[in-house]
């Protein structure tokens, strides 16, 4: 996926994202920008890494990462990553539920078909820090 087509998957405030204001990593699937509300369309695409500001809304399928700052709701599938600040949630749609994580917290949704989520520990954290 290019730059340009990745842009049309990220919108502020109902317009693209300018190509100036995020990074993009095609060989890794990573993106990363210090934006804020930002809505992230990425539905049903697998194992994208997310960097970003607070108050966005992500739209992605399964395996997952996530480092932003606050107030952000993920839509996602299972086997994903979180490591926020606070008041963020997460609403899995393989088992409808909804998850609200724990601040400061680095957790891992639970594998297909499983509710739930594990807190990862810190020699984990490392391993997804920026």
């Known amino acids: 996926m290019t730059k340009k087509e990745v842009q049309k998957s990220v919108s502020h405030y109902g317009k693209s994202l300018p190509l100036g204001k995020f990074e993009w990593d095609n060989k890794t699937k990573t993106?990363?920008?210090?934006?804020?509300?930002?809505?992230?369309?990425?539905?049903?695409?697998?194992?994208?890494?997310?960097?970003t500001g607070s108050h966005c809304i992500f739209i992605t399928g399964s395996d997952c990462t996530f480092t932003t700052e606050n107030d952000c709701v993920f839509i996602t599938w299972d086997n994903c990553i979180f490591?926020?600040?606070?008041?963020?949630?997460?609403?899995?749609?393989?088992?409808?539920e909804v998850i609200e994580i724990p601040p400061h917290t680095m957790i891992k949704l639970n594998h297909f078909g499983y509710n739930g989520y594990r807190a990862l520990d810190k020699t984990q954290i490392n391993n997804y820090e920026k």
């Open 83 to 96: 490591n926020t600040d606070e008041n963020c949630i997460v609403i899995r749609k393989d088992i409808c």
């Open 31 to 51: 993106f990363s920008t210090d934006a804020d509300n930002l809505l992230l369309n990425f539905s049903d695409m697998d194992g994208y890494t997310f960097f």
